[in-house]
């Protein structure tokens, strides 16, 4: 465990680490001297103007996130509950994804800014988000899922098996609560990849509102001050969601070690 | 006599590689018999037949007659490596073998607790393994095979992984603890001094493919001294069976 004074340095740096940023943005954008390099007093006004004013058509920026928010849940969600049953059904029974991975593997390498015109066609309205979202966040969790089951350690289920265990016992005692850290990881990457689809979700959904439609609608007017807002506030919410998670993850992997690289 | 518990027979290869030939041999009701073979001799496999996880290629192993079954029978099993488990605290890993047998949570609990005490780690109960040591994760494995009262208990190597101190005071303990609650007991080990220490009877295999080439009824008294000249000849002995290149 850290101590609180670790912590407090912990923040102090990351802090610092900020601000250091922020001074060489700062020098790039006084040496350019370019609307596209806005500085960061710029920046800020145009994040109080899409708080106050809202966008070009009058959407405040809240609103922006809030339905980008719930493009990201329903995909994510959508990935996890397909991806965490379908990772743990493969896993234990190999033979299903040996029998499919030549359907399965391509798909994954299938970056999903290249189903965007099969999305149009074949979705309208909230399902395109959605779908794209899923594409993303789908993979990583399922594909963590199912190689997290091969990598139980035979020696735990063997403890249980010499008394007598039955298979059914054996995945809800051993082989569950050994996947769950790693399915939890691939949730994480998820999520971030979920994030990632955004802009591209909703370059296609045909509503005006969202961050990545914020982003795409300044791009055309290039307003750089915006577009730089609506990047930052995907970072700073997808980090916040990241670091939610990996406080629940702490609460419930308690049994786990504290590893330590230092 | 009712001395009669175990009968095996069996002989076990992997693929063209045969590791047990024809090992024939009986168990009987709360012996003390130790198992001592040169390393990588097939002493785990053995292990693992004879608690019924692992079959075996021909033959079987029968308790009172009766094909070995972990479903049917009482079996326990100390693993060689540690095998705790990590989701669990102490309390849960010695009485999963409990829960799985169908004992009541509360049964199962009050026995846990006497087992954990037994071995020495009370106050312990609700800790993780990764809290705990070494020694003690070994403690917590005999625990667990000690809970379910088992018909049969099997060690494997069981303080292979522990410092020379350790394991010294494990085995004191577990004589301790198999006097005081009679059990029969398979010990397997490469330690010959533990062998000739713990066992009331010692079967000697052979490298691989590993067959029985000795026995030794151990009748000395107990506790045994280390240092007794009968105890240094039989434990020369023994050692130079093992050794033996044939």
Known sequence: MEGRKEQLKSVFYNLLSIAVAAVFWSLFSAWQQSPFFPSIAQIWKAFIGLITVGDIEGIGLFSHIWASLIRIFAGFAAACVLGIPLGLAMGLWPKLYKRTRAIIEPIRFIPPIAWIPMAIVMLVGFSRYAFLIWLGAFFPIFITTLLSVTRVNPLHVNVVKVFGAKRSYIIRKIVIPSVLPDIATGMRVGLGIAWMCIVAAEMIGGEMVGIGRLILKYAELIRMGEIIVGMLIIGVIGFIMNEIFIIIEARIFRWRSEVSID | ?246
């Open chain 2, 1 to 246: 006599m009712d001395s009669h518990l175990v009968d095996v027979n069996i002989s076990k290869s992997f693929g063209k590689m045969d590791v047990l030939r024809d090992i024939k041999f009986d168990v009987k009701l709360n012996e003390f018999l130790v198992i001592v073979g040169p390393t990588g001799c097939g002493k785990t496999t053995l292990a693992n037949i004879l608690s019924g996880i692992e079959t075996s290629t021909v033959g079987s192993v029968t308790m009172r007659g009766e094909k070995i079954n972990p479903h049917k029978h009482n079996i326990s099993l100390v693993f060689q490596e540690p095998s705790c488990i990590p989701w669990y605290t102490m309390l849960q890993d010695v009485t999963s073998g409990l829960c799985i047998k169908g004992v009541d949570s509360k049964t199962a609990d009050a026995r846990g607790r006497e087992v954990i005490k037994l071995v020495g780690l009370e106050g312990y109960e609700d800790f993780f393994p990764r809290q705990i040591s070494g020694g003690m994760k070994q403690r917590v494995a005999i625990a667990r095979a000690y809970a379910t009262n088992p018909d049969l208990l099997i060690m494997d190597e069981p303080f292979g992984h522990l410092d020379a101190q350790t394991r010294y005071l494990m085995q004191i303990e577990i004589m301790r603890i198999w006097e005081q609650e009679k059990k029969t007991v398979v010990f397997i080990t490469n330690n010959i001094e533990e062998a000739v220490y713990l066992a009331s009877r010692i079967l000697v295999l052979t490298k691989l493919p590993a067959t029985i080439k000795a026995e030794y009824p151990i009748t000395f008294p107990r506790p045994r001294e280390l240092t007794d000249p009968a105890f240094l000849e039989l434990r020369a002995e023994i050692t130079t069976q093992c050794e033996i290149v044939e």
